[in-house]
């Protein structure tokens, strides 16, 4: 599992905002500046992410773009979603019905692709990027019997 381009570039793009003071203003050339990406893509990842909610944007010659909301409230999860959508792992939970045996049932997998999905959740919500401003990462200490 990988997740975009577009969705590296835009975790790049929060977390080099959350590491700006409360609500100032940052140009794009300047946060590809800083993250070592190319500009181009970042005015596609703006406006998806500022739909999203999670940047608000100011438009003029003293305009730019900053976080919408604290650095505290926003998740990797709500970043790589608004960017590459839901995150499923198999089709059968894209299109329930869709698992092996045709006749609408779940597979054997089903259950097994879930509990994957949801710990990916649990552990993309845990992280938020006040966290990774001050380098606190905690994800839940889960023990698996193998």
Not at 35 to 55: C, H
Not at 72 to 80: A, E, F, K, N, Y
Request: proline content about 5%; some cysteine; aromatic content about 4%.
């Amino acid at each position: 599992m990988e997740i975009s381009r577009q969705a590296d570039y835009a975790i790049r793009t929060v977390m080099a905002l959350a590491e700006n003071g409360d609500g100032e203003l940052s140009q794009t050339r300047e946060i590809a500046r800083r993250q070592n990406m190319p500009e181009k893509y970042l005015p596609t990842i703006v406006r998806t992410l500022a739909r999203a909610g999670l940047l608000r944007t100011i438009r003029g010659s003293r305009g730019g773009i900053a976080l919408a909301m604290p650095p505290g409230d926003i998740s990797i999860r709500m970043v790589v979603e608004a960017i590459d959508g839901p995150l499923l792992l198999n089709r059968c939970l894209v299109r329930p019905g869709e698992c092996g045996n045709g006749r609408g049932e779940v597979c054997s997998l089903h259950v097994f692709w879930e509990k994957m999905v949801d710990d990916i959740h649990r552990d993309m919500d845990s992280v938020n990027f006040a966290d990774l401003r001050s380098d606190v990462i905690r994800l839940p200490n889960r023990s698996r019997s193998r």
